[in-house]
């Protein structure tokens, strides 16, 4: 499933559910991405966003009851994509997620790969 | 010594002269004047004098007038005509009268215009020069004449009046009346009647035998003296017998006689009598000449010597009404003050007449005084009273009135003047010595004495030496320490004593040569009488005694009095003229009837003169001519040898001249008369014609009053109708308000009141004028009289409410009456039953209470407020809060919102409050809605509507604080959400569960075992959360329910132990999972697959390093043996990710041959 030609895209996931992130990790492995981190809270994950410098990330939009809104901050200021995945229906807060592509969850595998796909091209 | 066949000389005075009937009159006098000459008999014998107030400027046609109503001719009196019996005389205009002995005289006026008073004047002269007369006053305006009656009738006149009430003007008479001298008041025909009485009584007095009557005059004076104490029997004889004849005229009795006898029966008449006895008049300054000589001759020079220190003292006596006393008085302070000293100066003044000198104390005298005072002097010495004048306090305060008797009792003593006028001339000569006497004795050393201006001090010339004689004024001469002479009246003995001292005292004088002499010629000369200047005898000689026939009564030594009375007139006329002249006089013989033998005897009489030089004497010669010859006339004799032929012509010529003389005298006087008549009526028709013009005048003057007084009562009637119509208005107003009211004077008395207040206070029309507190009334309340009082006082009113007994109840106001004029005229009290409003009151205070209840105890928040606009069309600025209840506060949590606006309280409220109400201020149709205030912090659900009408912009809301529904509500949203999103998550998590891959050759039950051992776990984990409200979760029950699927936690295989530590939700999940991976692969492959395994799990907090860290260890002991170190599966790595992950925590796994055992740390809160 991974792009031979292509050095594997580099991904970070924004994931405070443990077995939610772990799943992530499993199906971006399967579809021949580099899951370079997987953070929990917004603290770790702005953290991650600097020192990882990934390709694209997906972002959960509650982190432990906090708003992922300074990771998304993060990501635009360093020009990195992401796609959001989130359980809620829509989204809810004051912060601009317009332009990202949304993924609900629970999520549907193929939909998340071409949403991450398209975002990285 | 008096004889008493001679009659007095008194009555000769008065039958020798023509008796006058003065007539005083002034305005609407003339009317009565014609109709009393209407009315007088034409032969009473007197001559009328009519005197009446005229213009100087025009003249007077009275006399015409008058001329008509009587026969009498009448005279307008211009020069000095003599006056003749029943004829009329009439006042000249600019003239005043008097009589100049047998004439009267018409004079230019003494006094200047507008103090002249006719009548007085005349009056007086009348009195002065006739001892008796008439005064008659009639209708007019003043008090002339009121000074003059008085002096009539001290003259021994008789008094007449007009009655006041028939007069047109009654101040003349009503004057004269009140001087209480007038005989008579009477209407003109009665007036007319008395006076025809009067002067025919008067002429029968006049014709009375005065010889028989002077025992009944003696009587009468003895009568008196028994009645009245006071002896009159040494006054002048004609004075007393004046007198007693006035009153026989007043009382109209013709003789003494009966006179007599009606004093006797008549008590009232004694005292009459005596009164007339003591009048006398008096006036201010009488002989004002000679009152000047008195203040230069003595009083000047008795004020200059004396200084301010000794004090002067004055006696008049004799002041009857005080005029004298009074003219004194001030003719001394005039005086004092020109020499500017104050002595002490004390007149005595006395009298014994006690009314008079009541009137005398008063010092009240007429108006007409004027004409006697000066005008300096009147309004220097008396105060003008209007009516009349008063003598100043300063005058009355030195003169002393005293009621004293001259003759009976004992002088004033150290006086430096005496007056005494015209008292002396009333009194018999020793009478007047007696009292010159007694004068000289009361004076001090050159003390002065002032007599009346017919009297000397010639009978004591001892005593008195005179200083001016014109003027009256004598000097006391010195003389040694005196005794008191004997007082006249005090024994009757005493009465003659000094008449035989001077009666002696000639004869002692002459020598003896002369004495011899006399009677040598007494032998052959004839028989003679030496008597002095007055007629007194001196001396008689030898055989003078047959001469003298002296009459009955008291004794005299007045020669004219004692001699035959035949020879009486003859000696009479004879003395006087020779004691005028120096001639000696014989007169005719007399024939005198010596005891039946009838002899002629003629007196010679000459003047001796005297050695003294004054004093004049006469000798009086009796010569007897031989007895009377027969009974033929003396004209006989003569007329003897003339032939009777001769005689006959004789007699025939003189009757024919006679009756020539008669008819030459009738004709004359009929032409006169006709003349007398023409003039008359052409004056009269003048005075006609000018009557008419002034009644044209008058009628026209009548005219405009008559309108003036049509206006005046068109006005009058017209303020008369509006006061009705006020008066009508005023009684509606009180009925239709039927407010009680009640009018009180100054002294709360009732003055008027109102049905209403009848009632209240028990009152009726009857009650009007007493006093309110007289009656009780029926209110609930005491103090209505002193508040009267307080708004009298303060004049602030008063309103108070009280309750009547019958229990309604009443405001009552007390407010001051102020009349038009702004004048506190009393109070005025209202009444207003309240008792309806009080009612209303009391249930509208009950309702608007129990609405204030019903409006506190809701719990809803309740206000009202008002909006305000900016203009018609804008929306609105601002509300006020009118009124809230209780609750308001509670809702709101805001403080003193009343009266507040929406603004100052709450700034920063959300501006669609405000817009919402003044949408429905404008609108008026209410709303419903729910909406938040942020800046308190609350969320309302309100109901707000207009209140009263649209313009009233008022609105009210009713609202509930839902803050807390509102916040439910959000919770519930947030966990509806929360509840998704968990769900979802939950299901994820399932699905990444399940995608999980599983071991190598794990089978498809096997798979679903572990699939459904997870999911178990995490409804484990719920169901702990659950029970704490999704809080928290026990870390001990955790444990507990993870295990208790492979066992009994409490059988031995397990050991668990550790405090009570509390999860949150994330944590209890993922420590969950992370338990039923090690429980499940405990129980496939460690402790718990054996029997004997054993199983630890302990769990505290880490001390001390952290006591926020928890450290979990899971030991398991004795199961089957470990295979070295085999690879972590799925499990393990599910183990360590959630640890990591969710824990934040560390895990450290140690795989020892016993068994496995594994610590876990993490954070806890």
């Known amino acids: 499933m991974s792009d031979s030609n292509d050095r594997p895209p580099r991904i970070l996931i924004v994931e405070d559910e443990m077995i939610l992130a772990m799943d992530l990790e499993q199906i971006l492995q399967d579809h021949g991405f580099d899951v370079v981190g997987v953070s929990p809270s917004v603290e770790r994950a702005v953290q991650a966003v600097t020192t990882l410098r990934p390709g694209a990330a997906t972002l959960d939009l509650n982190l432990r009851g906090q708003s992922s809104a300074p990771v998304a901050d993060a990501l635009r200021g360093l020009g990195i994509p992401f796609v959001v995945a989130s359980g809620y229906t829509e989204f809810i807060g004051d912060f601009d997620f317009q332009d990202a592509p949304f993924v609900r969850k629970p999520v549907a595998t193929e939909e998340l790969i071409a949403k991450l796909r398209q975002v990285l091209t | ?1165």
């Not at chain 2, 008797?405 to 005494?420: E, G, H, Y």
């Not at chain 2, 010639?458 to 004689?469: E, G, K, L, V, W």
Request: charged fraction near 25%; proline fraction near 5%.
């Open chain 2, 1 to 1165: 010594m008096t004889d008493p066949e001679n009659p007095s000389s008194a009555t000769v005075e008065t039958s020798n002269h023509i008796p006058i009937c003065a007539v005083g009159a002034s305005a609407g006098g003339v009317k009565a004047l014609r109709r009393l000459f209407h009315r007088l008999p034409e032969d009473l014998g007197m001559a009328y004098v009519v005197i009446v107030h005229l213009s100087p400027e025009h003249p007077s046609v009275l006399g015409e007038i008058l001329a008509g109503c009587t026969d009498m001719p009448v005279h307008q009196v211009n020069d000095t005509p003599q006056l003749l019996r029943n004829n009329v005389y009439v006042i000249a205009p600019d003239q005043e009268l008097v009589i100049e002995g047998e004439n009267i005289h018409a004079r230019d006026f003494t006094q200047p215009r507008g103090r002249r008073a006719p009548v007085d004047v005349f009056f007086r002269s009348v009195a002065s020069a006739r001892g008796d007369g008439m005064a008659v006053i009639l209708s007019g305006a003043g008090d002339d004449g009121a000074n003059g009656v008085r002096a009539v009738t001290e003259a021994g006149g008789v008094v007449f009046a007009q009655d006041p009430s028939e007069a047109e003007f009654s101040a003349m008479p009503q004057n004269a009346i009140a001087t209480g001298v007038v005989n008579f008041i009477a209407p003109i025909d009665g007036l007319a009647e008395r006076i025809a009485e009067v002067a025919r009584s008067k002429e029968a007095v006049r014709s009375l035998d005065m010889s028989g009557s002077f025992n009944d005059l003696r009587r009468i004076v003895g009568f008196l003296r028994a009645r009245t104490g006071h002896d009159f029997s040494s006054y002048k004889r004609a004075t007393v017998m004046r007198r007693v004849l006035r009153r026989m005229q007043v009382c109209r009795i013709t003789n003494l006689k009966d006179y007599g006898e009606y004093l006797r029966t008549a008590p009232e008449e004694a005292q009459e009598l005596f009164g007339d006895l003591l009048i006398s008049v008096t006036q201010f300054f009488r002989d004002e000449a000679h009152f000047q000589v008195l203040t230069t001759a003595a009083i000047r020079p008795l004020l200059e010597d004396c200084g301010s220190e000794t004090d002067v003292r004055i006696w008049s006596v004799g002041c009857a009404t005080g005029e004298e006393a009074y003219s004194l008085a001030i003719l001394l302070l005039e005086e004092a003050e020109r020499l500017k000293i104050s002595p002490q100066i004390q007149i005595f003044a006395s009298d014994l007449d006690e009314g008079a000198l009541g009137t005398a104390r008063e010092g009240r005298y007429p108006k007409s005084i004027a004409a006697d005072v000066s005008e300096e002097r009147l309004e220097r010495y008396f105060v003008d009273e209007r009516t009349h004048y008063r003598v100043r306090k300063e005058v009355r305060d030195i003169v002393l009135f005293a009621s004293h008797s001259v003759l009976k009792d004992p002088p004033f003593m150290r006086l430096d003047l005496i007056v005494c006028r015209n008292l002396l001339i009333y009194m018999e000569k020793a009478l007047q010595e007696q009292l010159l006497n007694l004068f000289h004795y009361g004076l001090r050393p050159n003390g002065c004495l002032f007599l009346g201006s017919a009297e000397s001090a010639d009978a004591a010339t001892q005593f008195f030496s005179s200083i001016d004689r014109d003027a009256r004024i004598f000097r006391a001469k010195t003389m040694g320490r005196r005794q008191m002479p004997a007082l006249p009246h005090v024994s009757t003995e005493d009465i003659h004593r000094p008449l035989h001292r001077q009666a002696n005292a000639p004869v002692d004088r002459p020598p003896s040569a002369a004495e011899a002499h006399v009677q040598a010629l007494e032998s052959t000369a004839p028989p003679s009488v030496l008597v002095d200047e007055h007629g007194q005898i001196l001396h008689l000689s030898p055989s003078a005694g047959r001469f003298i026939l002296h009459s009955a009564g008291t004794f005299s030594t007045k020669l004219s009095d004692v001699v035959r009375p035949e020879l009486r007139l003859d000696l009479k006329v004879g003395l006087d003229r020779a004691l005028e002249g120096t001639l000696p006089m014989l007169t005719h013989p007399a024939q005198v009837d010596f005891d039946g033998t009838f002899r002629r005897i003629a007196l010679q009489i000459a003047r001796v003169p005297s050695r003294e030089g004054s004093m004049k004497r006469a000798l009086v010669l009796f010569l007897d001519a031989g007895p009377t010859l027969s009974d033929d006339t003396p004209e006989d004799d003569t007329r003897v040898s003339l032939s009777d032929d001769s005689r006959r012509l004789y007699a025939e010529l003189k009757a024919a001249q006679e009756a020539l003389v008669v008819s030459r005298a009738e004709h004359e006087s009929a032409i006169e008369d006709l003349r007398a008549a023409n003039e008359e009526l052409q004056s009269i028709n003048e005075e006609y014609r000018s009557t008419s013009e002034e009644l044209e005048t008058s009628k026209e003057e009548l005219q405009s009053m008559n309108e003036e007084l049509q206006t005046v009562n068109a006005e009058l009637k017209s303020k008369l109708e509006n006061i009705s119509t006020a008066h009508s208005d005023l009684r509606n107003l009180t009925t239709a308000t039927e407010i009680g009211t009640l009018f009180l004077d100054g002294k709360l008395r009732i003055r008027m009141f109102t049905p209403p207040t009848a009632d209240l206070f028990n009152i009726t029309d009857m009650d009007v004028g007493r006093n309110i507190t007289d009656f009780t009334h029926r209110l609930r309340y005491d103090g209505i009289e002193r508040e009267a009082r307080r708004v009298l006082m303060d004049l602030t009113p008063v309103e108070t409410e009280l309750q009547s007994q019958d229990g309604r109840w009443f405001m009552m106001r007390l407010r001051p009456y102020r009349t038009v004029e702004d004048r506190i005229e009393g109070v005025v009290v209202t009444f207003i039953d309240v008792t309806s409003r009080r009612e209303t009151e009391r249930r509208l205070q009950a309702s608007q209470q129990e609405y204030q209840t019903l409006f506190n105890s809701i719990d809803e928040g309740f206000g009202v407020m008002q909006v305000a606009f900016d203009g018609d069309d804008d929306a609105a600025t601002d509300c006020r809060f009118i009124e809230i209840n209780d609750a308001f506060e509670r809702q709101t949590g805001l403080r003193d919102v009343l009266g507040k606006t929406l603004s100052e309280l709450v700034p920063d409220l959300e501006p669609d409050w405000l817009e919402t109400f003044g949408r429905i201020a404008r609108s008026g149709t209410p709303e419903r809605f729910e909406a938040p205030a942020a800046a308190i912090d609350r969320y309302y659900e309100a109901y707000v509507f207009p209140v009263g009408d649209k313009d009233a912009r008022k609105v009210g809301m009713l609202f509930r604080d839902i803050s807390d529904r509102k916040q439910a509500e959000a919770h519930q949203q947030m966990l509806k959400h929360e509840l998704s999103h968990r769900v979802k998550n939950t299901l994820a998590v399932v699905q990444a569960i399940a995608r999980q891959p599983t071991t190598k050759g794990t089978s498809v039950d096997e798979f679903r075992d572990q699939l459904v051992g997870r999911i178990r776990a995490l409804a484990h984990a719920h169901d702990q959360l659950v029970e704490t409200d999704w809080q928290t979760a026990s870390l001990g029950k955790l444990v507990e329910a993870t295990l208790s699927v492979y066992g009994s936690v409490t059988d031995g295989q397990f050991r668990i132990d550790g405090p009570e530590i509390m999860l949150s939700p994330r944590q209890a999940l993922s420590l969950a999972l992370v338990l039923h991976e090690l429980t499940t692969n405990a129980a496939k492959y460690g402790a718990l697959s054996h029997e004997k395994g054993t199983h630890e799990v302990l769990w505290n907090r880490t001390v001390p390093a952290d006591a926020r860290r928890v450290t979990l260890s899971w030991r398991e002991r004795d199961g089957p043996p470990v295979d070295g170190n085999p690879t972590p599966g799925f499990g393990m790595k599910l183990i360590e990710q959630a640890v990591d992950y969710e824990l934040d925590g560390s895990v450290e796994r140690t795989l020892a041959p016993e068994g496995l055992s594994l610590s876990i740390a993490f954070p806890v809160a």
